[in-house]
Structure formats: structure tokens, C-alpha cells
């Protein structure tokens, strides 16, 4: 016998979709939707319906907004001379947390895994590359994560850098930026006189 009516039960297969929730959480949480008033429920479905409808990707730097170019693209009080490459927009969001990093991004959404079909074009390297060229970047702070992947792909990420930028400093190694989960935040520079973040310090 069903006693889990299938509106519920559907709910909870929804839920247990996510990332981190298991069948056990993805219950507790259908459950408590269920006690909280009507709604509540309402105002959380008409929230994701506008995940879609609202959210985009910002075309300069590919993190998530309503506005395209996003609210930090678009600041003249952002340094357009420094940026710094991350994983995700949750890295983003990290970073700027702090208030202490005054750059701009770039968000590559993911990193190389050629196992699962993401190569340099799915990071959008060439755009990044061309928007260095473009705005004249002077500094980019690589701050992958310190995971195999992440550490692959900040190797990959400064040699693709020098051999498109011929004649530039070796990459040195900075102390994380933002001090949020970052091991290590690598920097390659393209031009003198451009300085470090706030918080970061030089490491041999």
C-alpha cells in the first residue's frame, strides 16, 4: 500500500534530484513545505519558475544576472585591469563577500575534464583571451580550486595564457585573495605596475 499521496511523493523525487540532498532530506523537506502555509509554497514555486525567465549570463564575464552586462561589469569603480578566473559564480559570490577584491571576473563554469566533454572552448578561454587583449588587462589572478581538476586547469589556463601573450612574466604563486576555500591563487602578469589584491602576498 502507497501512503506517500503522489503529489508528495513527486515533490520528494524532485527534491532528492538536487545535489547533497538524499531521499531521507529530500522527505523532511517536502514534509515541512506541506505544514508551512500555502503561500509560502506559492511564493517558492514562482521563484523557481523565474530562475529561467529572469536569470542570464552576463556576456563579458559569464556569471549569472538580470542585467547583461552584469552589475559588476558594468561598475567604473571595478579595476578593468584586473581579473580573476574562477570556477563557478558560488566562487564569485565567496569573493565578493570580503569586499576586498575591487576586479572584475571571468567564471569559467567548471574545468577541463575531457572525460566529460569540456575542453578550453566550453571555459570560453577565447573570450577571456580576447577581452585581456581588448580592455587591456594588466594582471589575471587564477584562483581555481586546489582539487586535481582545479589544479589541471590552472596549469593549462597560464600556459595558454604565455603562449598567446608572448614575452610575459612567469606566473608567481599569491596567498588566496579572498580567504574562502583557495588554497593557492596563481597570478600571470601582463604589464608593470599593477598590484596585488587586497590580503594577497607573494609565497616562493
Do not use: W
Not at 56 to 71: G, I
Not at 92 to 115: C, D, Q
Not at 157 to 183: F, K
Amino acid at each position: 500500500m502507497n501512503v506517500v499521496p503522489p503529489a508528495l511523493a513527486r515533490l520528494i523525487t524532485d527534491f532528492s534530484r538536487l545535489p547533497g540532498i538524499g531521499r531521507k532530506t529530500a522527505t523532511r523537506l517536502a514534509l515541512h513545505l506541506l505544514r508551512r502555509p500555502p503561500l509560502e509554497s506559492q511564493g517558492l514555486a514562482r521563484s523557481l519558475n523565474e530562475l529561467h525567465q529572469l536569470i542570464t549570463l552576463c556576456s563579458v564575464c559569464f556569471a549569472f544576472s538580470e542585467q547583461d552586462p552584469c552589475e559588476i561589469c558594468r561598475n567604473p569603480g571595478r579595476d578593468d585591469g584586473l581579473v580573476c578566473v574562477v570556477e563557478e559564480p558560488a566562487d564569485l559570490m565567496a569573493i565578493e563577500k570580503t569586499s576586498s577584491f575591487k576586479g572584475k571576473y571571468h567564471i569559467l563554469h567548471g574545468v577541463l575534464s575531457p572525460m566529460d566533454g569540456i575542453g578550453p572552448q566550453e571555459l570560453k578561454l577565447g573570450l577571456l583571451l580576447e577581452r585581456i587583449r581588448r580592455h587591456q588587462v594588466g594582471e589575471v589572478l587564477i584562483a581555481t580550486s586546489s582539487t586535481v581538476p582545479g589544479e589541471a586547469t590552472a596549469a593549462y589556463l597560464i600556459r595558454y595564457l604565455q603562449e598567446h601573450s608572448p614575452g610575459q612574466d612567469n606566473p608567481t604563486g599569491l596567498r588566496d585573495p579572498h580567504g574562502d576555500g583557495y588554497q593557492v591563487c596563481r597570478r600571470v602578469d601582463f604589464g608593470p605596475g599593477h598590484r596585488d589584491p587586497p590580503g594577497a602576498e607573494i609565497i616562493a
